[in-house]
Structure formats: structure tokens, C-alpha cells
């Protein structure tokens, strides 16, 4: 892959809108048994925190720094996400031998500042947070793809929550679509109104705000911006 990808603008990259999100969770049921009388209930009748398991990677790549803490579940879907980034990238890349970031004191949001990978027996970075290219927006896009909530900080770094992926309709989802219209699929036109328009007059048959559609369309993403697309 060539190394000097089109550079993008930064303002259409970053998404301006911070999302934040919060979870409340019921009272225990009457039916229930009350706990022991030595144990404290949860503050504010807030469910008490899930334990935290230790990992120094992400699939295959190292951690850079120290092991991080994650819930368990959030890790599998890192997992994944790397493994699908890495199947999808050009092959003179070995998988990712380091991905560096910042992991959320709960253990369910990573913040993305690079992935590394070995190309012609050299460490380079794939992606880079503070770097305007083609392969920030695929990634980008990978991250869409596992989970639902992606936010591009001031610096160009990715952070995501965990959860369910899939089509939300939420504000950095319209932004990326567009640009990403914009940007690898040439529809210079798309906007936030009309993009998926664009995107069906350009040969894009599936509905990219249903499931499997959101799906097809960040998949394609990342090919195209890893210009892995052909083959």
C-alpha cells in the first residue's frame, strides 16, 4: 500500500459532537431476597460494579505501555474488531504487532492513538490519530462496525464504548457516513440529509441504517480506505 494517503481535512473528519452516555438500573424486585444484613447495599441503588480482568493485548498485538484493566466482555469485542482490521488490510502488513491507547476507568471505553504493524521488516504505523488519511477514516470505520458509539477527539485520537453494534442514527454515525461518502466514495454532494441517496445512485444497494446494511457499508469503508477493496 502506497504510504501517502489523500489527505482529508481535519474538519471533516472530527466530529464535533462529544457523546456521552449513562445507565440506570432498577431496584431490585420485592420478590427478591434482601441481602444480608453485613452487606452494604449499592449506592443510589446502582448495580455493583462488574470485576475487571487484566490483559497486555489486544488480539494478537501488544499493549503499549503497562496491562490495562477491561471488562471482559468489552476486550472479546476489541478482539474481534483488531482481528477484522487486520483481515482486511493490504497483506505486504503483518497483523498489528502494537496498538496503542488509553483504557476508561471502568474497563468499557478505549481511546485509539495508533495500530502498528511490521511491513518490509520495519515497525510502521497503519494508523496514526494525528495523522489526515484514508486509513484513519477506514479505521474509523472498523470501529463502527463493532461497536455503537465512535467519537474522533480533538486530536484525531478514537474512542468507543462497549456495546451492541449496529445503525443508532446518533450524530458522529451521520458525520462519518458523510464523509465517508465524501472521501472514499467520491459523492462530493453528500450531506447529512441526502448520503444515502448518494450512496444508492452510486451502486450501494443495501439500506446502510439497517443492520446488516451499517455493516456492508463500514466493511466497505475500511476496504476502501485500506484500498483493499480490489481484492
Not at 462497549?162 to 450531506?191: I, K, N, Y
Amino acid at each position: 500500500m502506497n504510504d501517502s494517503h489523500t489527505s482529508l481535512s481535519r474538519r471533516r473528519i472530527l466530529i464535533g459532537a462529544a457523546a456521552a452516555s449513562a445507565v440506570t438500573v432498577g431496584a431490585a424486585s420485592a420478590a427478591h431476597a434482601a441481602p444480608p444484613a453485613h452487606a452494604a447495599p449499592p449506592a443510589n441503588g446502582a448495580a455493583p460494579a462488574r470485576p475487571l480482568v487484566v490483559r497486555d493485548r489486544i488480539a494478537t498485538a501488544r499493549l503499549a505501555g503497562s496491562p490495562a484493566r477491561f471488562q471482559a466482555d468489552f476486550h472479546e469485542r476489541l478482539d474481534a474488531w483488531l482481528a477484522f482490521w487486520s483481515a482486511n488490510s493490504p497483506h505486504a502488513w503483518s497483523p498489528p504487532v502494537q496498538v496503542s491507547g488509553r483504557v476508561g476507568a471502568d474497563g468499557a471505553a478505549f481511546t485509539l492513538h495508533a495500530i502498528r504493524v511490521t511491513r518490509d521488516d520495519e515497525t510502521w504505523d497503519a494508523f496514526a490519530a494525528g495523522r489526515s488519511d484514508a486509513a484513519h477514516l477506514a479505521t474509523l470505520a472498523s470501529l463502527h462496525h463493532h461497536f455503537p458509539s465512535v467519537r474522533v477527539e480533538a486530536g484525531g485520537a478514537l474512542r468507543v464504548i462497549d456495546g451492541p453494534a449496529g445503525w443508532t442514527g446518533s450524530a458522529e454515525q451521520v458525520a462519518f457516513a458523510v464523509t465517508a461518502c465524501r472521501e472514499l466514495w467520491g459523492l462530493r454532494d453528500a450531506d447529512a440529509a441526502d448520503w444515502r441517496e448518494h450512496l444508492g445512485r452510486a451502486g450501494h444497494t443495501a439500506d446502510p441504517t439497517s443492520r446488516s446494511g451499517w455493516a456492508a457499508f463500514t466493511r466497505a469503508g475500511l476496504r476502501r480506505g485500506l484500498r483493499t477493496d480490489t481484492y
